[in-house]
């Protein structure tokens, strides 16, 4: 019975020295009034009579376990855990309604308690104060949370057409506070800023592609990609013509640089091929375009024109399927002049012998 007065005369002089500045739970301020019995003296400490330790801060990660640990040493007779001016723990009895907070040890050597799963908010000062049979000691000890980073807002996808001004925004959350840099990884570009916005003006075709986001803390690193489509207008490659021996197969390709890809569409002089027609086939794969005709007649030669086709514009390139005439034993013997003009052969042999003839007159006439 004489305990039971000092405890609680204990209790109010940490209570009293640590809640004046403090918004007390009602949890709080009903135990209080549960355990002070009303004209009792509450006995009032100056901070002169009490020593001050400063520990060593802590550092831990977010959802992570802390041990505070509190050394006694002397003949203790009441203690407690703080945090900022609530009270965790008195001596065993714990007056957090947290969960996350439990006790660990508590001796003559030591009190310990934990906080598991650590969040931002327990960030701060904890306090242990200790009474001992001479004076109050108060131990004080920094928590710092850290928080990896994490990118929390960060652009789509987009597409825009070539010259629009682009801007993407990423940014991450952390603590310490991440930096932020961005990156072209698709292609051998070597764009490349340290800042939440990327600015890109008058974006061309060669910076399209897959951007980085990296978020670094001296904890973690976050990564996040997004893709930036460029559109731009076909540009088709220049037409080759082709010599097709009739009766032949002859392919007439073309080749368009578009995005979105491009569609093809054949013209021959102003006619419009269509897809199976005369004895053709057109395939396109992708961006190119291929006109075969299976059995070349006549009627194929001639001048045609590819038109690769987009959102953005159009482009076209032309080419002509000559004849070529397969080359026969016949036509090798006598060689071209024979197919050109039969009428000047005759003529021909005949210069042939007189020249033979000039050639071999001193031959002749020396004999
Ligand atoms: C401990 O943390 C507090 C609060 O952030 C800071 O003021 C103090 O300098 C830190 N002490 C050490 C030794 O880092
Ligand atoms: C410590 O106090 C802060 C502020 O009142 C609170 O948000 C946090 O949850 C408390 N942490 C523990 C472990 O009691
Ligand atoms: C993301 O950033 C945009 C642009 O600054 C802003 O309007 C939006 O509110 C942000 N969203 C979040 C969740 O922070
Ligand atoms: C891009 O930005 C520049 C400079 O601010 C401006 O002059 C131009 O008109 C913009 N272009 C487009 C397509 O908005
Ligand atoms: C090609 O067409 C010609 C004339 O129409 C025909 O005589 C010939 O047999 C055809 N050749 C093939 C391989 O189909
Ligand atoms: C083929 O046709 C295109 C378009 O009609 C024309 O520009 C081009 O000069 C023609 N080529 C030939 C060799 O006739
Ligand atoms: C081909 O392109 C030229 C200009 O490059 C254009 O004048 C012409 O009309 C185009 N032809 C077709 C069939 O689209």
Redesign the pocket.
């Known amino acids: 019975m004489r305990l039971f007065p000092r405890l609680l005369r204990l209790k109010i002089m940490f209570v009293g020295r640590h809640f004046v500045f403090c918004k007390c739970t009602a949890l709080l301020s009903l135990r209080i009034l549960l355990l002070v019995p009303a004209g009792l003296p509450v006995q009032t400490q100056g901070d002169s009579q009490s020593d001050k330790n400063i520990m060593d801060n802590i550092t831990v990660r977010q959802g992570e376990t802390v041990f505070l640990r509190c050394t006694q040493g002397e003949i203790v007779t009441h203690t407690a855990w703080l945090?900022?001016s609530?009270i965790?723990y008195a001596g065993d009895e714990k007056w957090?309604v947290?969960p996350?907070?439990s006790l660990v040890t508590l001796n003559q050597e030591e009190f310990t308690i934990k906080?598991e799963n650590v969040?931002m908010?327990?960030e701060?000062q904890y306090v242990c104060a200790v009474q001992t049979s001479r004076r109050p000691t108060t131990n004080v000890v920094h928590v710092h949370v850290q928080v990896p980073p994490k990118i929390i807002n960060l652009s789509r996808d987009i597409v825009v057409n070539e010259g629009a001004n682009v801007t993407v925004l990423c940014q991450a959350n952390g603590k310490p506070q991440p930096s932020v840099s961005w990156k072209l990884i698709s292609s051998s570009g070597d764009l490349a800023t340290d800042d939440e916005y990327l600015e890109i003006p008058s974006i061309t075709r060669h910076r399209a592609g897959t951007y980085e986001c990296t978020a670094v803390n001296d904890i973690d690193t976050d990564t996040e990609t997004i893709d930036i489509t460029v559109n731009y207008a076909p540009t088709v490659s220049d037409g080759r013509d082709i010599g097709v021996t009739l009766g032949q197969r002859g392919v007439l390709e073309c080749e368009a640089d578009a995005v979105p890809e491009a569609d093809f569409e054949w013209y021959k002089d102003d006619r419009r091929f269509i897809n199976g027609f005369d004895g053709m086939e057109i395939v396109n794969t992708g961006s190119l375009s291929k006109l075969t005709f299976f059995n070349v007649s006549d009627g194929h030669y001639g001048n045609y024109t590819c038109v690769a086709i987009n959102k953005l514009g159009s482009s076209n390139t032309s080419f002509v399927m000559y004849v070529v005439i397969e080359p026969t034993s016949a036509t090798l013997f006598q060689g071209p002049r024979a197919v050109q003009d039969g009428s000047g052969s005759t003529l021909g042999v005949q210069l042939d012998i007189c020249l033979l003839f000039i050639v071999f007159l001193p031959f002749l006439l020396k004999f």
């Open positions: 945090n900022r609530s965790l957090s947290d996350r907070v906080i969040a908010t327990d701060g």
